[in-house]
């Protein structure tokens, strides 16, 4: 008993760990070449919000995948508890007056409503997965 709760805390660190570093390395990139604004001057247009919103959709529901692929039970359990997480600390985020500056609203309020669907679907898509091989 106790091995499995300390695999599956393992295992949220991980994932946590894994779409942190896929969101941050993948914004760096873009800014370096150029896709998407220099952080200083924010992100305001509508393209490069939903470009974003686009890829941390994926990487949530690849994180949603990594949590089904990797706990020992209850797979979508454990993905509404990290994606209950993530979407506090985005709330927060958003809270902070500074992410107006930085950011319309809207965009933090989207990233925090996908986070547990996606969880959720990344976890289903690794059960199917795992169904036919």
Known sequence: MKNNV???????????VVNTLLSVVTDFLLESIGVLPDPSKGLFDTWAIVL????????????GFIIAKLVPSKPVLHALILGSIGTVITVLAVSNPAFAEKAPLWFGYTLAAITIPCMWLGVKIQEVWQREN
């Open 6 to 16: 300390l695999k599956s805390i393992g295992v949220l660190l991980l994932a946590f």
């Open 52 to 63: 974003v919103l686009f890829y941390r959709g994926v990487y949530t529901i690849f994180t």
